[in-house]
Nanobody, 117 residues
Framework: QVQLVESGGGLVQAGGSLRLSCAAS????????INWYRQAPGKQRELIAT???????NYADSVKGRFTISRDSAKNRVYLQMNSLKPEDTAVYYC???????????WGQGTQVTVSS
């Protein structure tokens, strides 16, 4: 089993920056990718960034050029650096792990990001 804990959310003005952190524990050897999702009120959960164990990254068009995903393997942490934040970035941000063993996918509890205009 993998446990994920997000942190770093908060309230920021438009144009500002935040860095989210996802701390993984448990069967971290089984993780082959970490994803960041977000869910705004009344909207579906959206995949915004992915990083694999070989450090390949992928981004949704909505955040490309503004957000950067990175990992610190020694600390079992994945970060999401968010710059040039917009009010439409307001959402609960979730960390998700793809695993090679059951349950194959694990989720954190989420962290709220609010961007004021």
């Amino acid at each position: 089993q993998v446990q994920l804990v997000e942190s770093g959310g908060g309230l920021v003005q438009a144009g500002g920056s935040l860095r989210l952190s996802c701390a993984a524990s448990g069967s971290t050897f089984s993780i082959n990718a970490i994803n960041w999702y977000r869910q705004a009120p009344g909207k579906q959960r959206e995949l915004i960034a992915t990083i694999t164990t070989d450090n390949s990254t992928n981004y949704a068009d909505s955040v490309k050029g503004r957000f950067t995903i990175s990992r610190d393997s020694a600390k079992n942490r994945v970060y999401l650096q968010m710059n040039s934040l917009k009010p439409e970035d307001t959402a609960v941000y979730y960390c998700n792990a793809f695993q090679t063993i059951r349950p194959y996918s694990s989720w954190g509890q989420g962290t709220q990001v609010t961007v004021s205009s």
